[in-house]
Nanobody, 119 residues
Framework: QVQLEESGGGLVQAGGSLRLSCAVS????????MGWYRQAPGRQRDLVAG???????NYADSVKGRFTISRDSAKNAVYLQMNSLKPGDTAVYYC?????????????WGQGTLVTVST
């Protein structure tokens, strides 16, 4: 099982930046995708940015050119650099790890970190 802990959320003005961090612990054997999702009040949880099993990245159209996902294998961490933030980016951001471990599908989440973008 993978344990994920997000940090770095907070209140920021529109146009500002934040960097979210996801500390990864536990076994990552069999994990083939990792990414960031977000969920605004009353809305579903959607993918923001992620790494695929092949190592490529994908982004939601709404954040392309503004957000960058990265990872540091030595530190077991995944990051989300968010620039040019907009009020529409306000949401709880979750780190996700998915794959197959011990023949079982794994889809683990962190507790989330709140990002609030003010006008």
């Amino acid at each position: 099982q993978v344990q994920l802990e997000e940090s770095g959320g907070g209140l920021v003005q529109a146009g500002g930046s934040l960097r979210l961090s996801c500390a990864v612990s536990g076994s990552i054997v069999g994990i083939n995708s990792m990414g960031w999702y977000r969920q605004a009040p009353g809305r579903q949880r959607d993918l923001v940015a992620g790494f695929t099993s092949g190592g490529s990245t994908n982004y939601a159209d709404s954040v392309k050119g503004r957000f960058t996902i990265s990872r540091d294998s030595a530190k077991n961490a995944v990051y989300l650099q968010m620039n040019s933030l907009k009020p529409g980016d306000t949401a709880v951001y979750y780190c996700n790890a998915a794959g197959v471990q011990n023949w079982k599908r794994v889809n683990d989440w962190g507790q989330g970190t709140l990002v609030t973008v003010s006008t």
